[in-house]
């Protein structure tokens, strides 16, 4: 702050009257000295130009849906830069124009008409279909489920081609608990990374209508976990299992974790929108499952939002979990996570 024969201006006061609100600022302040100041860091996914004055470029379309796990149809939710937006993330499909399951799953959905034109080994040679294109970045086990669905699902997994690819799971209903009832699907199977699978959601019968896909991924472990870009943002992911570590809070349920480097020291905050409770967000600096816990918060009131806020270190790895309070089974939960910087 300059004080020059009792005239003073902060440095807050000088960025603002020049209109600046990042970056190194060199100019005249209010009492005639030349000087410089700090105007301060840019906040989430805005970056700092050349006049000083933070701004954010929204993302393209395609951008949007895939940072949203969009894989099609119609999503309305905040973009990079905070503003609202809905965007058509395209059809979904047939063998030849597949719809898209992104890598880390969560959930799509869609709506059968038309006519039959192909079926599983358990069923839906009578009912019309719709088939997605999924290619996990991780080996290891994936969960589909049609819990939520409109109508009596079928649904099978191929590999590699489709149609005639080799079947590697079909179900039509199963035991496993949905509030709904027991007409939907449950398939599991062992995926390989980078091999595509066509998941094709068929009918019962001559069954059709409107249905979810959840699907919960092999990533999410200390050995592959979850990676969350520097500047932060939201994943949505399944989740189902068993527990793999706890909190102090909670936690003894089934479990994902992420990995994030912080790009800049301060206080970070994080975010987890739940379909189950209760619900456990804690988070772990330096090693994945015995780093020392800096914050743990536990839901359970139905639908919950956890938050937890902590100091981070510019360069530090922090492994947050997201877990099911106490459920260990095989039904697929979904969650979406956002970490928000400094």
């Not at 079926?119 to 279909?129: I, K, L, R």
Request: contains cysteine.
């Amino acid at each position: 702050m300059a004080n020059r024969c009792g005239c003073a201006e902060t440095d807050s006061a000088f960025c603002t009257r020049l209109q600046k609100n990042c970056g190194q600022v060199s100019g005249t302040d209010a009492c005639g000295v030349a000087r410089t100041a700090e105007c301060g860091l840019c906040a989430g996914t805005s970056t700092c130009g050349a006049t000083n004055v933070c701004s954010c470029t929204p993302e393209t379309n395609q951008a949007f849906c895939t940072r949203t796990n969009t894989a099609c149809g119609s999503r309305t939710a905040a973009d990079n830069c905070g503003t609202q937006r809905t965007v058509d993330c395209g059809p979904c499909g047939t063998c030849a124009a597949p719809g898209t399951i992104p890598p880390l799953g969560h959930v799509v959905n869609g709506t059968t008409s038309g006519t039959s034109t192909m079926s599983g080994t358990c069923g839906g040679g009578s009912a019309p279909e719709q088939v997605w294109a999924y290619t996990p970045q991780t080996s290891g086990s994936v969960t589909i489920s049609s819990c939520g669905s409109s109508f009596d699902t079928v649904v099978s997994v191929l590999s590699n081609t489709c149609p005639g690819g080799a079947q590697v799971s079909c179900n039509d209903n199963t035991t496993i608990w949905c509030p709904n009832g027991s007409t939907h699907s449950y398939v599991t199977f062992t995926a390989t990374a980078g091999t595509t699978y066509y998941v094709v959601v068929d009918g019962s019968a001559t069954g059709s209508g409107g249905y979810n896909l959840r699907v919960a991924p092999p990533d999410g472990t200390c050995s592959v976990p979850v990676q969350i870009p520097a500047n932060g943002g939201s994943v949505r992911l399944g989740v189902n299992g068993t527990s793999t570590n706890s909190g102090s809070c909670g936690g003894s349920g089934a479990d994902k974790v992420h990995r994030w480097v912080a790009p800049r020291s301060g206080t970070a905050t994080v975010t987890m929108s739940a379909d189950f409770w209760p619900a456990t967000l804690y988070v772990r600096a330096g090693n994945c499952a015995t780093g020392t816990q800096l914050a743990c918060d536990n839901r359970t009131n139905q639908f919950p939002t956890n938050t937890i806020s902590f100091a981070v270190t510019a360069g530090t790895e922090y492994f947050i979990w997201a877990g099911l309070g106490t459920y260990n089974g095989p039904v697929v939960s979904i969650y979406e996570l956002t970490v928000s910087l400094p």
